[in-house]
């Protein structure tokens, strides 16, 4: 007979291609399970590559008074005040070096930065949100506030091409972070990861890697997965993160995050009775 697990402090979970369905939308079935465990007293804290203005529907998921760690770890953001309390970002010196050489460099690329306070898109960067002027570049114009995140698109080379090209140029001086959006670079600051976030935000609240159970679904989600105790790939995932995470649940179009919480909340393993959760401890 298998054991159940010891509930985690904490849940952590990506949320475009994980928690959220295709379409962007959340279920009731998966808004019940949230809910369940902030009652139960379970921390569920959203780990994303989303900017804060994109965070204000999602957070009251987490009962209005909990945390999301946004912009791929570069930004901590409080649901209650809706306000973010920490950030890291590019030092300035070293962006105006990246993006000097990334515009010389990759042909056609049209670039833009997330500060805090709001983005900055260069005019020629597409983009699905609708822009206000205050948006529009160049992103050269970034001036006090932090940049947390660089981003970097071309219509005129291939996508590993175009990734390859971008990697060449910053070296060292940033983290290429593939978070699904096809021909996007989202170059993060080289010692800001999700994992490295939501690790920091763990340990100030007494909490270690085995109290935590992560969700994901791509390749920027892997060193959060890596590093908690238990971590979970959705059926639809990158390729690399299904190896890489310990347990595998069904695809975020069939709420594979509530599935495997469900489970839990039951007091269940992670895979008994379920032909969509499979275990990969100790294989």
Partial sequence: MTSPLRRPRVVATDLDGTLLRSDGTVSDRTRRVLAALDEAGTQVVFVT????????????????????ICLGGACVYDVGTRQVVESRGFALPALRDVVRDLR???????????????????ATFRHEEDMPDSWRGPVERAR?????????????????EFFEQVLDVVGERA?????????????????????????????????????????GDMPND?????????????ANAHPEVLETATHVTASNDEDGVAVALERLLDGASPSAGNPTATGRQGI
């Fill in 222 to 234: 892997l060193p959060m997965l890596t590093w908690a105790g238990t971590s979970y790939a959705v």
């Fill in 49 to 68: 590559a989303r900017p804060p203005r994109w965070l204000t529907e999602v957070g009251r998921l987490v009962g209005g008074h909990g945390v999301i």
């Fill in 144 to 160: 006090d506030a932090p940049v947390a995140k660089l981003l970097a698109r071309t219509d005129v080379l291939e996508q590993d």
């Fill in 175 to 215: 983290l290429l972070a593939f978070s699904g959006a096809a021909g996007l670079a989202e170059l993060l600051p080289p010692d800001v990861t999700k994992a490295g976030a939501l690790a920091a935000w763990s340990s100030s609240h007494g909490i270690g890697a085995h109290e935590v159970w992560a969700f």
């Fill in 104 to 122: 010389a460099a990759v042909p056609g690329v049209a670039l833009a930065v997330e500060q805090v306070d709001g983005p900055v898109f260069d």
